[in-house]
């Protein structure tokens, strides 16, 4: 792969009126702005990220997340395209490394554009809906690959579909992304067949030619079928994403007192040498309040995860480049700093993911969207009966709940669940089981 193909500003679906003249803001700008101002990044703000809301501490919704994921996402773009530009400076596309910044800032803007609601639990119930719940007699209505779909939903997948399919009423290209912006949020270039245990892949059979025609515009290549090698900037991406959840979690847990002061604060000076830790130390004697020295230490601990995983990036780039670079960004860090991580991430597993604030909202959460998928699931497949036939009537028109095939009507109550925030799936819950009424 090379930096001339790879950074593409032509959009998907608006290929014909792709225009090369230089303007004021440039096509990855517009990506950002046309992600800011649209709905499914507005009902980001509620969705659960991991602890419930809205409380009387606020903590991260997916729209904070994605916020601060953009903005560090930015800051290790800017140091790659720096040391870049200068070991191409001779190179007569330098100037198009100068965009990298904004490629990456909407990428990681719209990451989480197509988690369900009920934060990272949300998915597990979907594809357990499937593989263990209710979904399991439907089986015989769907060929393997789609099956799999299902089984291993998954919400990067859904996030590429989000922003490409073309809904009903919808222009062709779906958000009309550019090729850059969309092939830097996926992480796992395959389909659901090559999910693993993990169950973790980056588009849907039926976004499959998608990801190809980009792939193809920018030089990605298809290394097996329907597998294809990383596009460099997701490892930004990635990394951006791996460090605000993990560090952020630590902080909003020392907010709702999941986690004391004493443990949050070591496990942040742990990114640091005894040198930088006695200076760190010194600028927290001048603090009092402990939301702000852990807020200090956070903001380093971010900053220095930001520039070691650009100099990774930078190290590695002709491995990267010739899809031969092993594991994330993280997991290529300096010692000290893996370790420290590691850290962090254990006792969020340990103690935070497991705390009953969580477990709590996860529980509520997977009986909504069951009761959901399995009364939203008979409509769709059974449209004649009189309830469908009532239910059909609330469910927004740009979903295509009359599809040819099961297999595209189950997707469409799929992207409609997956859209919902927590309020609505909660409210639609109630209403359904005769629990809420409107107002006479």
Known sequence: ??????????????????????????DFQRDYDRLIFSSPFRRLQNKTQVFPLPGSIFVHNRLTHSLEVSSVGRSMANEIAIRLATKYSVEPWVNKLDYIRDIVAAACLCHDLGNPPFGHSGEKTISTYFSEGNGQKLKYLFNEDEWTDFTNFEGNANSFRLLTHQFRGRRAGGMAMTYSSLASIVKYPYTSADAGEKGKFGFFRSELEIFRKVASQLGIPEISQNYFSRYPLVYITEAADDICYQIMDMEDAHKLKILP?????????????????????????????????????????????????AEVFVENEEDILNGKFSGSLIK?????????????????????YCAREVVDIELAGNRIITYLLD?????????DKNYSRLLLNIIPEQYDTLANTPYQRVQSILDHISGMTDVYALDLFRKLNGHSLPAV
Request: aromatic fraction near 8%; hydrophobic fraction near 40%.
């Open 1 to 26: 792969m090379n930096w001339d193909q790879l950074i593409c500003d032509k959009r998907l679906g608006m290929e014909e009126f792709h225009d090369t003249r230089n303007q004021t803001r440039s």
């Open 375 to 383: 009364t939203l699931m008979d409509t769709v497949l059974h449209p």
């Open 332 to 352: 290529n860090m300096t010692p000290l700093l893996l370790n420290a991580y590691k850290q962090c991430s254990d006792t969020a597993w340990s103690k935070i």
């Open 261 to 309: 002061f004493e443990i949050v604060q070591n496990h942040l000076l742990a990114f640091f040498d005894d040198k930088d830790q006695a200076r760190m130390k010194r600028a927290l004697a001048h603090l009092e309040d402990p939301n702000e020295k852990i807020a200090y230490l956070r903001s380093n601990a971010i900053g220095a995860l930001v520039v070691n995983c």
